[in-house]
């Protein structure tokens, strides 16, 4: 059997002596889609955060065959290795097209076809080339800074909370751009308040609450958990 494309070993993260996550293990494989849902403060982003080493952890992070807990966050990307920011992170005075080629800071090949690509799966970004990012509306910061992580050619994008302040609408169109993404064989772990969303492009979900896991199985099965259901999907 095929070891984890990401394989996460008691994690913990602490804030002033509090702590976030308390020794979680989880992974994550090959083109698979792996989502962490949870109540805000339950340390999904933390634990995110501490994997693309935004944040001191202790613990086991282990991606690809090889431990990358000590190494520093510049050194992800080149490795195939991507975070989606929650809160986009844009750099709002350059152009959607500035922005997109600043993915590519870890890459020394030649451009090739990565931005048709791009363009390809949000053709708003390609409308949109040569406007300024802070121009943008939400939905489409939001898209753009996916296309930016995707310039790097990623085997593992770590997105975190992508739906979140955005109108139904354009929730609908970045959860079709993940899935399309998906269906190419690039694997994910997505943070998310909205679970529903989540649990319906993942291939398995983890419930976590008060920094610890306490819920795991395929997402489909979760979905029609009925703890899960009366805590985050609003069911009965």
């Known amino acids: 059997m095929a070891a984890p494309l990401l394989e996460v070993d008691r994690l ?3 804030y002033g002596g509090v702590r976030a996550v308390r020794g979680v293990s989880f992974v994550v494989d090959e083109a698979e889609t792996v989502c962490l849902i949870g109540a805000n403060g339950a340390g999904k982003s933390s634990s995110l955060r501490a994997i693309a080493r935004l944040v001191a952890s202790r613990g086991s992070v282990r991606y690809a065959g090889d431990a990358i807990e000590r190494l520093p966050a510049h050194a992800l990307a080149a490795r195939g290795l991507a975070l989606v920011p929650e809160g986009r992170g844009v750099f709002a005075r ?3 097209r500035e922005n997109l080629l600043m993915g590519r800071y870890a890459r020394r090949d030649a451009l090739g076809g990565d931005l048709d690509r791009i363009y390809a799966h949000m053709p708003r970004l390609a409308e949109r080339a040569h406007q300024l990012a802070g121009t ?7 898209l753009l800074a996916i296309g930016r992580a995707l310039m790097s050619r990623p085997r593992l994008l770590l ?3 992508p739906s979140m302040g955005l109108a139904p609408l ?7 751009v ?3 993404i998906a269906a190419e064989g690039v694997a994910m772990l997505l943070v998310e308040q909205n679970a529903r969303q989540a649990l319906a492009v993942s291939h398995r979900a983890y419930v976590m609450e008060s920094g610890e896991l306490t819920l795991s199985g395929p997402a489909a099965e979760l979905a029609g958990d009925a703890r899960v259901r009366a805590a985050y999907l609003g069911g009965d």
């Not at 943008?136 to 939001?142: D, N, W």
């Open 12 to 14: 913990e993260v602490s």
């Open 178 to 180: 993940l899935a399309e």
């Open 136 to 142: 943008l509306s939400g939905g489409e910061q939001q």
């Open 94 to 96: 350059l152009s959607v």
């Open 159 to 161: 997105l975190d909370e």
């Open 170 to 176: 354009m929730v609908a169109k970045v959860y079709q």
